[in-house]
């Protein structure tokens, strides 16, 4: 078996656990993925915890079943009003490799709501060749630091030419 099909074939198992019947990633405004690569749509979800100093950590889970952890660094940009603008990655750890997600953001620190959308999405070891968008949605118990989110999205395998 070649090393593309072996890659293909190790993200697909990666990313089925994932997949669901989430809308495509276009349908919603993000831009369609090249044409030379294999895409799957990303319905996942997250329990962290908020350590302080913009570091987050979390669990992910596809129906109830881990596929992975992450870690994040997030910069404050901005404040408007009671919501704060960040930036940073999301680090996706998992089977053969890792998955980081430079996202940008915003947290309403009234109701510890959140949403992020990536600008890039990136892979090492196994995942070198994924790229894709993901988007990132949950509250956060701004008493605690605990958060749930949701994951949504889409990744992708590109060919290699």
Do not use: K
């Amino acid at each position: 078996m070649s090393v593309r099909r072996l890659v293909l074939s190790l993200l697909v198992c990666l990313v089925a656990s994932l997949a669901t019947a989430a809308p495509a990633a276009a349908h919603r405004g993000h831009p369609s993925p090249p044409a030379h690569a294999r895409c799957v749509p990303v319905a996942a979800t997250g329990a962290g915890q908020d350590l302080g100093g913009g570091q987050t950590t979390a669990t992910i889970s596809v129906g109830g079943v881990e596929v992975g952890t992450t870690a994040a660094a997030f910069t404050i940009t901005g404040v408007d009003g009671t919501v704060a603008s960040f930036t940073g990655p999301i680090v996706f750890t998992g089977l053969g490799g890792t998955l980081t997600a430079q996202v940008t953001g915003t947290l309403d620190v009234t109701t510890g709501v959140f949403t992020s959308t990536s600008t890039s999405v990136a892979g090492t070891g196994l995942l070198r060749h994924v790229t894709g968008d993901l988007t990132f949605t949950g509250t956060e118990d701004l008493a605690t630091g605990a958060f749930t989110e949701s994951i949504s999205g889409h990744l992708c395998l590109a060919r290699a030419h």
